[in-house]
């Protein structure tokens, strides 16, 4: 049995993403802008060279690290 909430706010989310959000959105879209900066949503984060050469996931061009078991008792 499912509980009523787990139905209802996917089903209430969906009308409003839907149906809802086309409406409203023009008129709130003012107030959003002011509050969420473009400069922040544009910004990315920078890469170091480790993680594009395959070394940061423990992978190298001669194949996987060996990896030790944690649980060894």
């Known amino acids: 049995m499912v509980c009523i909430p787990c139905i209802v706010i996917p089903v209430l989310l969906w009308v409003y993403k839907r ?3 086309p409406i409203i959105y023009p008129f709130i879209s003012p107030f ?8 922040a949503v544009q910004e990315t984060p ?3 060279t480790d993680e594009c050469n395959g070394t940061a996931n423990g992978s190298t061009a001669n194949g996987p690290k060996t990896v030790t078991d944690k649980k060894a008792d």
């Open 19 to 21: 149906f809802l959000e």
């Open 32 to 39: 959003i802008s002011r509050f969420w900066r473009k400069a």
């Open 46 to 48: 920078k890469h170091s």
